[in-house]
């Protein structure tokens, strides 16, 4: 049977992106550098385009290890998508910079791994595609060039070489016990050490504990629209393929992780004064509700569409966010103190990307907690939907905290520069659309996600 490489065209395209961008910019000169965003803006556009093709074909199973089914296209849209809303503030920040064809091309690097981590069907591949999602990020932390850049970047990269070394040892036990690597050839009688081993290097990626002290020292030291990157977009790939891996069938240890990370997330947001740190623990605790639904795979049938649901909408809502703090460029939620007076349109994006982490009506976070409460429920964990509710609520009040000043006569330190503000208004209406339109994206007829290969993608490409 003869595999159809075209079946990947998406991911080639990410490839091939961020490969022509790197030749493209051995031969323009520093001043002509935007060309390779240019060239990599049309990659991801392109890729999600693919993507809506692709959608319309029989789920399959590429060279008989990468999925190709409807999680694995709902990642590449909402990589694509995400990564191209951040390309702009990426351009803003990095112009005139020595390496700036580096960044365009490093985030495509980051965004196709974050691809290949949904769609791994064999454990090989979700190395790979760890290894992929990682190493550029890790290079892009650094690239502030200051203390508190080089320091997040280091953490981020030990944090991740260890947990990285844990995963690829569970693998190797798995490989003993399993005799393969294949999803399809795992099951509940794999060792639980090795169970553990594997998710810790998932759990690292998508933000979740035991693997999450990274995310707010990489908020805050990372620039702006990296930091935006690396707390969204990697934990698109990371939940898909921990969705995938339910076949190792741990729904009480995941529910406790998910416990754990919500509940960790809201506590340390608090009392933050940090904004970028304060959205970095607001990352973690957003991983904790994305958490429930994996836990509850195999449980309820409303984990599935919770998790894709969720996914989408965090990642637009999210980057919203972190996209009034880059062009605003404060910090601190004193400095917020009159923006809605300085600046009307970038008050208006914070407040409902803000009220649309809460989970605020019509924000499209509503519609994905509201079904990750409905899966914990249905799934026999109930205390999960409460605690998850509890947590909800008390996300509240930090949120509020940033909102109020706001809305606050008086001077604050800055106001949005040069009406840059339009690619946050742009994403805080994604979030409204998103949520408006839930009805019609919900009924979606194929939501059944492959846990292995065998049933419904075992049609394969080319035949």
């Known amino acids: 049977m003869n595999e159809n490489p075209l079946d990947l065209l998406p991911e080639l395209l990410l490839l091939g992106g961020a490969v022509l961008g790197l030749l493209a910019g051995i031969f323009a000169g520093r001043e002509r550098q935007g060309v390779v965003a240019w060239i990599c803006g049309v990659a991801l556009a392109g890729s999600a385009m693919a993507t809506g093709f692709a959608m319309k074909n029989p789920e399959m199973m590429a060279f008989d290890a990468y999925a190709v089914d409807l999680p694995t296209n709902v990642a590449r849209i909402t990589v694509a998508l995400g990564t191209l809303l951040l390309l ?52 892009l932390a650094g690239f502030a060039r200051d203390a508190p850049g080089t320091e997040a970047a280091l953490k981020y990269y030990l944090m991740g070489a260890f947990l990285g070394v844990l995963m690829l040892a569970g693998v190797t036990l798995i490989l003993g016990t399993a005799g393969g690597t294949a999803y399809d050839l795992l099951d509940g009688s794999v060792p639980v050490a090795a169970t553990v081993m594997l998710l810790a290097g998932l759990l690292f990626k998508a933000g979740g504990v035991p693997g999450h002290f990274w995310v707010p020292d990489v908020a805050e030291g990372a620039s702006r629209p990296i930091a935006a990157f690396v707390t969204t ?60 639904p994996v836990a509850m ?38 400095d917020y103190r009159g923006l809605a007076g300085r600046s009307p349109w970038a008050a208006f994006a ?78 805080a209406g994604l979030s409204i659309v998103l949520g408006i339109a839930s009805g019609l994206l919900l009924v979606i007829p194929s939501w059944g996600i492959n846990r292995g290969g065998s049933d419904a993608t075992s049609h394969r490409s080319g035949t």
Not at 96 to 115: D, F, S
Not at 266 to 290: C, E, H, K, P
Not at 307 to 332: E, M, P, Q, S, W
């Open 233 to 292: 977009v990697p934990k698109i790939g990371a939940f898909v393929a921990l969705f995938r891996l339910s076949v190792l069938d741990q729904p009480l240890l995941l529910a406790v992780l998910a416990a754990a990370t919500m509940t960790l997330g809201n506590l340390a947001a608090f009392y933050q004064d940090n904004v970028r740190r304060l959205l970095g623990y607001s990352t973690i605790s957003q991983a904790g509700y994305l958490l429930v």
């Open 88 to 139: 702009p503030l990426a351009r803003n920040w990095a112009r005139g910079a020595k390496r700036e064809t580096e960044v365009y091309a490093l985030l495509l690097l980051a965004a196709l791994g974050a691809v290949l981590l949904a769609g791994a069907a064999d454990l090989l591949v979700l190395v790979a595609a760890y290894l992929l999602a990682g190493i550029p990020s890790y290079a």
């Open 350 to 427: 914070l407040v409902v990307c803000l009220l649309g982490l809460v989970g605020t009506p019509p924000a499209a976070v509503f519609v994905g907690k509201v079904l990750m409460f409905g899966a914990a429920w249905d799934g026999g964990y109930a205390w999960l939907a409460v605690l998850a509710a509890v947590n909800t609520l008390a996300s509240l009040f930090y949120y509020l905290r940033w909102i109020r000043p706001v809305f606050t006569a008086g001077a604050g330190a800055g106001t949005a520069r040069g009406g840059r503000w339009g690619l946050a208004v742009v994403a």
């Open 297 to 334: 795979a195999g449980l309820s049938d409303l984990a599935e569409p919770a998790l894709l649901f969720y996914l989408a909408a965090y990642a637009v809502t999210n980057i919203g966010a972190f996209a009034v703090v880059a062009v605003t460029g404060l910090d601190r939620i004193a």
